[in-house]
């Protein structure tokens, strides 16, 4: 197995119980997201790992992680895909949002510090919100309730546009760490 990559996908996520995962935070909603990993096989697609895999290869997970963390930063070098700000409105407001859309691990950036911590600049704040609507796309804000209105429209551009959605939860980023998450409402019913 080379290069190793962390992929995001919804806890809900039928046959992920033979994967190699971990929940990306902890908490109970239904729609959290997890983390599943993932390498290019020998016709150089990318195949998921499951947890046979991971045993007979004498991988543990924090190793697997280790290491799928550590190509992000190399696969963020070769892909194009660029923070781009989004000025959108909330009840009379004006408010600026990051959005990144490219590959299916781009949204997988919420689990690197150096990006966490690079928003919680970039928004002079010490807490950012983030939202993973589909494994492709990744939004920040520095208001968790301005960004609101905007999330529940990639959520459901991820459905109706045929993405995998990931997550229709609000994570909490501070220190370059994810410390908390809130379920968007309303979009328990997609």
């Given at each position: 197995?080379?290069?190793?990559?962390?992929?995001?996908?919804?806890?809900?996520?039928?046959?992920?119980?033979?994967?190699?995962?971990?929940?990306?935070?902890?908490?109970?909603?239904?729609?959290?997201?997890?983390?599943?990993?993932?390498?290019?096989?020998?016709?150089?697609?990318?195949?998921?790992?499951?947890?046979?895999?991971?045993?007979?290869?004498n991988l543990d997970l924090n190793r697997v992680e280790y290491e799928?963390?550590?190509?992000?930063?190399?696969?963020?070098?070769?892909?194009?895909?660029?923070?781009?700000?989004?000025?959108?409105?909330?009840?009379?407001?004006?408010?600026?949002?990051?959005?990144?859309?490219?590959?299916?691990?781009?949204?997988?950036?919420?689990?690197?510090?150096?990006?966490?911590?690079?928003?919680?600049?970039?928004?002079?704040?010490?807490?950012?919100?983030?939202?993973?609507?589909?494994?492709?796309?990744?939004?920040?804000?520095?208001?968790?309730?301005?960004?609101?209105?905007?999330?529940?429209?990639?959520?459901?551009?991820?459905?109706?546009?045929?993405?995998?959605?990931?997550?229709?939860?609000?994570?909490?980023?501070?220190?370059?760490?994810?410390?908390?998450?809130a379920p968007f409402p309303g979009t328990e019913d997609y």
């Open positions: 197995m080379e290069l190793i990559v962390p992929y995001l996908g919804r806890n809900n996520w039928k046959g992920k119980d033979i994967l190699l995962y971990r929940d990306i935070l902890k908490t109970n909603h239904l729609h959290r997201a997890i983390v599943c990993f993932g390498y290019k096989d020998a016709s150089g697609r990318y195949q998921y790992m499951t947890q046979v895999e991971a045993q007979q290869s799928a963390r550590a190509n992000m930063r190399y696969l963020d070098q070769m892909e194009d895909a660029e923070w781009v700000p989004v000025l959108t409105h909330h009840q009379g407001q004006e408010v600026t949002i990051l959005t990144k859309t490219g590959s299916d691990i781009t949204a997988s950036n919420i689990l690197r510090e150096d990006i966490l911590r690079d928003l919680q600049h970039y928004f002079e704040s010490p807490t950012v919100a983030i939202g993973i609507p589909n494994r492709n796309t990744i939004i920040a804000c520095s208001k968790p309730v301005m960004m609101l209105d905007y999330f529940k429209r990639k959520y459901q551009e991820s459905i109706t546009e045929g993405f995998e959605p990931v997550s229709d939860m609000i994570y909490l980023a501070r220190g370059g760490s994810l410390v908390g998450a």
